[in-house]
């Protein structure tokens, strides 16, 4: 594995912001990272990019050890943290050159590196302002082409599309998809549409402790088993909500409006037992479907008990 957490634990006084998880992420997989704010998220990717010190537990990065201490480590890892720190009286090239030089990059090959992941982030037309005369959204590209200037093998992005507009965040979902072909990505965000259109697999961390980890359609699977699978009918004009709660199978019924209902069953797939039951009523059905749990319910369902 490319990053392998064990039993990592970060204490804070009498808080303990990290409670003994263990996950892993490997080369070619972008792994999403969630959690609630507050969860530790970012104290974990803070930790394993060797910026703050584990109270126990250990991390490896491509076989090596992580420590604040560890220089191979770093520069193995491409880190854009939350608040994205910059020098703002800085020009973006400027600001690149210095982060590529805090990496060791020799003068010729940062120059053409440069180049490469200016026009990598869409930062052509920006590359001669100041940091601090950069929108929010541009501030971001070029924090993200600080994380990816050296060609780290591991990326570790804390919500990188924040203050992006939404072609923006077309553009940096695609690049980030790119980058996860041939590198490890471990990409937090709160947006779960993202999630779904980027990641690979999900971790899923609430009160410092692991909730989830798996891939996306696993997750909502256990849903499904947990509360029930989800049909949703709607009837051509106002119908009783006694002649669904009646057909064998239906655990609940949860009415929408006067036509349109959510069915609950424990058994998979009951939509022909459903049809039949209501054909026999001479009912108009204009919709019958099985509805997924979104990733959005999974993260709700699993994070609001200890928040």
Do not use: W
Not at 34 to 43: F, R
Not at 97 to 107: D, L, Q, V, Y
Request: charged letters at 25%.
């Amino acid at each position: 594995m490319s990053v392998e957490i064990k039993n990592l634990v970060k204490i804070y006084g009498e808080q303990k912001a990290v409670d003994n998880i263990s996950f892993s992420a490997k080369k070619g997989e972008i792994l999403g990272f969630l959690g609630p704010n507050g969860a530790g998220k970012s104290t974990t990717m803070k930790i394993t990019t060797g910026y703050l010190p584990q109270t126990s537990g250990s991390i490896s990065v491509c076989g090596f050890d992580v420590d604040v201490n560890n220089k191979v480590t770093k520069r193995l890892i491409g880190y854009l943290p939350e608040n994205n720190p910059l020098y703002i009286d800085m020009y973006v090239r400027e600001y690149l050159e210095f982060c590529g030089k805090a990496f060791g990059m020799k003068s010729d090959f940062l120059s053409t590196r440069i180049n490469e992941t200016i026009e990598l982030t869409g930062l052509t037309l920006e590359r001669k302002k100041k940091t601090g005369q950069l929108s929010k959204g541009y501030k971001q590209r070029v924090g993200l082409a600080a994380a990816m200037l050296h060609n780290p093998e591991i990326l570790i992005l804390d919500e990188p599309t924040t203050g992006l507009d939404p072609n923006q965040v077309v553009e940096i979902r695609n690049l980030i998809k790119q980058l996860g072909k041939e590198k490890t990505v471990i990409f937090s965000t709160h947006i779960m549409q993202e999630v779904q259109q980027v990641c690979d697999r999900v971790v899923i961390i609430n009160g410092g402790k692991i909730v989830a980890n798996d891939i996306i359609s696993n997750i909502a699977s256990s849903m499904e088993i947990k509360k029930g699978f989800r049909i949703s009918v709607e009837f051509e004009t106002e119908t009783a909500i006694s002649v669904l709660q009646n057909i064998d199978g239906i655990e609940k019924v949860e009415a929408i409006s006067a036509s349109k209902f959510i069915l609950y069953s424990t058994q998979k797939d009951i939509r022909s037992a459903i049809f039949k039951a209501i054909s026999a009523q001479n009912l108009n059905l204009i919709e019958l479907k099985l509805e997924e749990y979104s990733l959005e319910e999974v993260f709700q369902s699993l994070t609001t008990k200890n928040t």
